[in-house]
């Protein structure tokens, strides 16, 4: 089934329509999510800043509380007259009022001298502690985040040291290894798994601060500090101030998490109870990029249970050691469900435009079809003869150009047939004058042909017979004379009368232009004619009747040798048409010329430009019959400059 053309219009235009918008659906789509994953790893690196400042604000708070309490000169006072029950008193007020869960006081060596959470357990030696040991270095204060095991919480009290267990739990895309080696219960994944274990140190952050005497001696180091573990303080201030506790289809938009190595000790992410999932441990991809390697990580993640665009960073203690990871992320499923709505409105909007691109196809089709329906109508009357019909044109686009192109062409065909028709009657008449003329010659030639002979043959006898009268002789002579040319007029006229099919056979024209040159070259006629010959040495084989075509080349030779007068050039030419279609023969001389008066009547019987006596007139029409009964074609044509040139096409 044939599809038509305004279907064709519509469809294309509909496809290029769908395309464009296909590839444009693909790039904004490509373009959105793109740039909406961006816009929030942008955004996410400056909530982790966010996050970070408020967790530096925590450990300088903890500085200044306990700066603040070693200048305080009750306790500088206590210590320096041993009161312990005075600093056990002044501490703990302190602790409390601060909300520090340690604020311990050592002497000038890092030994204990009041533990304000449990003043029972002293002496010990706290000079390994890192902030102790900075402190005691640098006699300045120090602060930072350090890990404290399990038995050092439990000097502190019992409370502490259950406030940092935390059972490992195993999640998706993370796997636990010993992330401090010297924690008790440093385990693999599999037994953290299979047996329940648990982490018991702790992760604090912590200050200290020299105690001076009135002299500035180092008298003892006030140390205090904060556990993190199960401490929710600064991750929910985090999602306070940065999020704005904002929430999508019930849970919370931004989370944030401090991890004490590649374990979760204080989060609002939560699990799939609703809990905070303390315990979770670290993805193995953030893990080696973090804590192993140092280094920020800002992109996708799976957190516990769902995907977050998520930010880390390394959490170091007072000697530049990775102990943990600060964490803060949004919840990738709002930005997906914005994406996928964006998809659906540009999909909607493809189609609304699709269906709207096919109305305006349809219109198109039929303004650019009206013009071609005309065309074609016009086509059908012009193809019958009606030449006189022209397209109506409207408007400067191509069509109408086409349909005037197209009118102009119909009056160029219309002009071009009224010349054709007049050639055509101007050649049919000559061919019937020449058919006439031929019948004529034919009847003049048998009538006259017998008494001519009669009158030669007559003249003769009496010529031999007479007596030596000069006079007489040299009329009988010019009878015989005058008969003989009448004679030879009869025969040019029986010639011309009576042309026989050609009988063709196959032949080479270079061939049969070399003997008829060669046959001329030795006549008185050509002594001083000098012949150029350019024949294409690998002409394709022709079928003609070779005497009939002897004939035409020896008359044009010998028309050319007598317009030059016995002395010139003659340049003959042989070679294949371009189209591959004819062999083109050239005879160009260096004569006179032909009157262009006299072109048109070359070729016509008894036309000469030759003196009485010197022709007869036929020699070219004889030529002119041969050359049309092998197809063919003869003209003449003036050369630039001077002579005329003969040219000859027979079909191959």
Not at 59 to 86: C, G, M, S
Not at 289 to 298: A, I
Not at 368 to 376: A, T
Request: aromatic residues 6%; neutral net charge.
């Amino acid at each position: 089934m044939k599809m038509s053309l305004r279907a064709k219009l519509i469809i294309s235009f509909l496809t290029a329509i769908t395309i464009c918008g296909f590839v444009a659906t693909i790039i904004s789509v490509r373009l959105i999510d793109t740039g909406i994953i961006q816009q929030e790893k942008y955004k996410v690196k400056n909530d982790l800043n966010s996050a970070r400042l408020i967790y530096q604000q925590e450990v300088q708070k903890t500085a200044d509380i306990v700066r603040f309490a070693a200048l305080k000169f009750l306790i500088v006072d206590a210590v320096i007259n041993n009161n312990v029950e005075q600093l056990k008193k002044e501490l703990e007020e302190r602790r409390k009022t601060e909300h520090l869960d340690i604020l311990t006081l050592t002497d000038k060596d890092g030994r204990v001298l009041v533990r304000a959470r449990n003043p029972f357990i002293y002496g010990d030696d706290q000079s390994n502690n890192a902030v102790i040991a900075k402190v005691l270095k640098e006699k300045q204060i120090a602060a930072g985040t350090v890990i404290v095991s399990k038995q050092e919480l439990e000097k502190d009290g019992d409370d502490l040291a259950r406030q940092a267990l935390i059972k490992i739990i195993k999640t998706p895309h993370s796997t636990h290894s010993s992330y401090d080696q010297s924690q008790e219960h440093d385990v693999s994944s599999k037994e953290a798994v299979d047996t329940e274990q648990v982490s018991s140190n702790g992760m604090i952050i912590s200050a200290g601060a020299p105690v001076f005497d009135n002299e500035g001696n180092l008298i003892g180091i006030l140390y205090g500090g904060k556990l993190i573990n199960r401490n929710y303080d600064i991750v929910d201030k985090t999602k306070e101030v940065v999020y704005k506790d904002a929430k999508y289809k019930g849970k919370d938009i931004g989370t944030a998490t401090i991890f004490q190595n590649d374990l979760r000790i204080s989060t609002n992410v939560l699990d799939n109870d609703g809990n905070r999932a303390i315990g979770t441990l670290l993805s193995d991809e953030v893990k080696k990029q973090v804590l192993e390697n140092g280094l920020t990580w800002t992109s996708p993640a799976f957190v516990v249970n769902n995907w977050y665009i998520s930010a880390y960073e390394p959490i170091r203690d007072v000697q530049d050691k990775i102990i943990g990871v600060l964490y803060v992320g949004v919840l990738e499923e709002n930005f997906i469900d914005m994406r996928n709505k964006t998809i659906l409105l540009v999909l909607g909007l493809m189609f609304v435009g699709m269906i709207i691109a096919a109305a305006v196809a349809g219109l198109l089709a039929n303004s650019i079809l009206k013009p071609v329906e005309n065309l074609v109508h016009a086509s059908g009357l012009w193809a019958k003869g009606n030449l006189d019909y022209r397209v109506k044109t409207s408007g400067g686009d191509e069509i109408s150009e086409l349909c005037e192109t197209l009118n102009n062409m119909a009056s160029s065909l219309r002009e071009r047939s009224s010349q054709l028709r007049k050639y055509t009657d101007e050649q049919i008449m000559k061919s019937e004058r020449l058919l006439t003329l031929g019948r004529l010659a034919a009847g003049v030639a048998h009538e006259i042909n017998n008494p001519l002979g009669a009158i030669l043959m007559y003249t003769y006898l009496s010529l031999e017979d007479m007596d030596d009268k000069e006079t007489l002789r040299k009329n009988l002579g010019k009878t015989i004379s005058e008969a003989s040319r009448c004679q030879d007029i009869v025969k040019g006229l029986f010639n011309f009368a009576h042309q026989t099919e050609p009988k063709v056979e196959l032949a080479n024209i270079n061939d049969i232009l070399e003997r008829t040159l060669q046959v001329m070259k030795d006549q008185v006629l050509f002594r001083n004619i000098t012949i150029k010959r350019a024949l294409h040495p690998s002409l394709p084989k022709l079928s003609v009747d070779i005497g009939q075509m002897q004939q035409v080349f020896t008359n044009i030779i010998l028309n050319a040798a007598d317009a030059m007068e016995g002395s010139g050039e003659l340049t003959v030419t042989a070679f294949e048409t371009d189209d591959k279609k004819y062999i083109q023969i050239e005879f160009a001389d260096t004569g006179t010329g032909i009157p262009p008066e006299n072109i048109e009547k070359i070729f016509e019987p008894f036309f000469t430009t030759k003196q009485p006596g010197k022709g007869t007139g036929l020699g070219l029409a004889v030529s002119y019959g041969i050359i049309a009964s092998h197809k063919g074609t003869i003209e003449v044509k003036n050369a630039p400059g001077h002579g005329a040139v003969f040219i000859i096409r027979l079909p191959v």
